[in-house]
């Protein structure tokens, strides 16, 4: 039986989040409501996770001895890991010492590092994708965009959310040598490896929710939520998301099976984010997975009995998890910051987007803004796809981050 006592007392669980961004906050207060004592470590202090935490860290969370410093400290029943800029030497020293690794540290490892996913994803499960081949060089990257194809991208050997993605629309020295500075610049670690990717034409994205929990028996079971449908709208981060997905059921089909194969040969528990293409041509292609709730997955706080925050904490800590169901359709549309380097920045327009009917706005609280930060989102239930679309849409328009 899971038992444990009030946080900061006796004997209570504990999380520790390393990296403490707008999916870790979800993640605290959902502990928070089991009663779990949250830890938050982050890079920088007061990020979002860390308004909502018991205790907070900042650290340089990739070096191993800063993070086993905090983790022997605290002592947590599970450590979390948030983004992807974390050692991973550190989770698999701690992991092989008993610490609980949410997923694990294997999981972790393969899904920050897009090199090793792409071999894990294409090479072992035989998973389509688009064509890719890696390169170590501005000269590597020049071949490797030549054998190809034009247009492609160039993306950094670890990175997320678009940060690095540099794409190449046609045969260029100067233009690939340019892209390759760009995405190691911007990666989070600091390898000079790339990986270059055929760029395809989208009818649209999506992300398979795929989890591993233990069930009522003690069994580990793999299952997926009905799939999360996203678009960028121009941009390497997501802006909309939605929930029910609107795509032919054989292709919502073909993917959530894709999802559930990667989070069954990662293993471990927890939610994995699985992103899906689906391209103008008709193929459903894998494409990368996070270890962790997804951010377009913030859309299952309106849409499902059960969010996608509550699934991965409930998977930590040991707890069932019954495959939730859709009970509005809903959407959310996230807002970014235009700005570089302002610190403090104010939020305006909330009384006016509140004024929609089954709007929420999430604002992160995150201290300072770059350009494409993502600083709040707007979630909307509606009566159908459509029209939550269009009022998270019209809430989002009016609200605007200021200096």
Same mark, same amino acid.
């Given at each position: ?53 018991? @205790? ?48 694990n ?28 081949a ?8 020049y ?23 540099? =794409? ?9 040598e340019?892209?390759? @500075? ?29 989890? @591993? ?7 580990v ?25 609107t ?29 899906? =293409? ?26 499902q ?8 904490v ?39 987007? =509140? ?34 679309? @269009?009022?998270?849409?019209?809430a ?8």
């Amino acid at each position: 039986m899971v038992s444990w006592t009030s946080p900061m007392v006796g004997s209570p669980a504990k999380i520790l989040l390393l990296g403490s961004g707008e999916l870790g906050k979800e993640v605290a207060i959902e502990a928070q409501r089991l009663g779990v004592e949250v830890v938050a470590v982050d890079r920088y202090d007061w990020a979002p996770a860390m308004h909502v935490a018991h @205790r907070r860290y900042v650290i340089d969370m990739m070096n191993p001895r800063a993070v086993r410093a905090v983790v022997e400290r605290e002592r947590p029943t599970a450590i979390v890991p948030e983004i992807e800029a974390v050692s991973t030497e550190a989770l698999e020293e701690l992991e092989a010492e008993g610490y609980r690794v949410v997923p694990n540290a294997r999981a972790v490892k393969i899904a920050m590092n897009r090199i090793e996913l792409r071999r894990f994803a294409a090479e072992q499960l035989g998973l389509p994708t688009t064509r890719y081949a890696f390169a170590s060089s501005a000269e590597e990257a020049y071949e490797a965009c030549e054998k190809v194809g034009y247009p492609c991208l160039l993306k950094p050997e670890m990175s997320s959310s678009g940060h690095g993605h540099a =794409l190449v629309r046609e045969p260029s020295r100067e233009g690939v040598e340019e892209a390759y @500075r760009y995405a190691v610049t911007h990666a989070r670690g600091r390898s000079g490896r790339v990986i270059v990717e055929e760029f395809v034409k989208l009818r649209s994205e999506l992300t398979v929710l795929a989890y @591993r929990a233990v069930d009522q028996d003690g069994a580990v079971r793999t299952e997926a939520c009905e799939p999360v449908e996203h678009w960028r709208y121009g941009r390497f981060h997501y802006v909309e998301s939605w929930q029910p997905a609107t795509l032919p059921q054989d292709v919502l089909r073909r993917a959530e099976e894709m999802g559930k194969r990667v989070a069954e040969a990662l293993g471990g528990l927890g939610i994995f984010g699985v992103e899906i =293409l689906y391209t103008e041509d008709g193929r459903v292609l894998f494409s990368e997975v996070a270890p962790r709730p997804h951010d377009t997955g913030l859309v299952t706080i309106a849409s499902q009995e059960i969010s996608e925050f509550a699934i991965h904490v409930r998977a930590a800590l040991e707890l069932p998890v019954p495959k939730p169901r859709i009970v509005s359709p809903a959407a959310s549309y996230a807002i970014y910051a235009e700005e570089d380097g302002v610190w403090a920045p104010r939020i305006e327009g909330l009384e006016r987007a =509140l004024s929609i009917p089954g709007v929420t706005v999430l604002v992160f609280g995150k201290p300072f803004t770059y350009r494409g930060r993502r600083m709040a989102v707007v979630i909307a239930r509606g009566m159908s796809v459509d029209d939550a679309r @269009r009022r998270a849409r019209e809430a989002a328009e009016r609200i605007s981050i200021v200096g």
